[in-house]
């Protein structure tokens, strides 16, 4: 079956430091891939996507490359600032949607 | 569009009580999902329905939830009789799904807090 394994949390930064949330995941076939972020009280939200290999996702500064050789979609930023502080969902997709555990982040000022 | 329509925002109830969750979905959307999320579990799909019709309810925990959608535009997750290991915040999601090519992109709701004492 399907799985998205995502890096196990929580992480803190500081402002401005540059962020990586790791995530692989496996398939049968070529599912797209998306993270998800989620405020505090609010319900999961579209960050950036991607369908095919090679493809880049990118919102906000975020940013995000389908890699099929090594089966990933590492999440990055360059320079994270405080409004960042979410939870994190990588999630892919052949015929449904599947979620990872989700990575908290704190970014302090 | 108002986006995903979840009620109540918040629940708290005792055990034994029935629970009645709602959900409208975007308009001209025709996949919903209802997903659980616990600190324990994370997010757990619950069920979902494709143009008002169940596909898939394999995530629901036992016999004592039920969901439905009447039609396009409502749907409903009932817990009878509650118990405080529902507690949880439960999320309605909808999707525009053409043909078999795979989950689009889900809108969520900003969900329903239920507590069970």
């Known amino acids: 079956g399907n799985s998205v394994t995502q890096m196990e949390g929580p992480v803190t930064l500081s402002e401005e430091a540059f962020l990586t949330i790791n995530c692989t995941y496996t398939a049968t076939g070529y599912p797209s891939l998306f993270w998800y972020v989620q405020y505090p009280g609010e319900g999961l939200q579209l960050l950036l996507k991607a369908t095919k290999a090679d493809d880049k996702g990118s919102n906000k500064g975020f940013e995000a490359t389908y890699r099929k050789e090594t089966t990933s979609f590492h999440l990055e930023k360059g320079s994270v600032q405080v409004s960042d502080s979410a939870v994190y969902f990588c999630?892919?997709?052949?015929?449904?949607?599947?979620f990872g555990s989700g990575t908290q982040l704190t970014v302090l000022p | 569009d108002a986006g995903v329509i979840q009620s109540p925002r918040h629940e708290v109830t005792e055990m034994g009580q029935e629970v009645t969750l709602r959900c409208k979905p975007i308009s001209g959307h025709n996949s919903l999902f209802w997903y659980r999320q616990t600190m324990m579990r994370g997010l757990e799909l619950l069920i979902y329905f494709n143009n008002n019709v169940p596909i898939d309810d394999s995530g629901m925990p036992e016999d004592r939830f039920s969901a439905k959608m009447p039609n396009a535009s409502f749907s409903t997750l009932k817990i009878q009789p509650s118990e405080p290991r529902d507690s949880a915040v439960y999320f309605c999601a909808s999707s525009f799904r053409s043909g078999a090519a795979g989950a689009n992109v889900l809108t969520f709701g900003a969900g329903s807090r239920l507590t069970v004492l």
């Open positions: 999630a892919g997709s052949a015929r449904q949607l599947t």
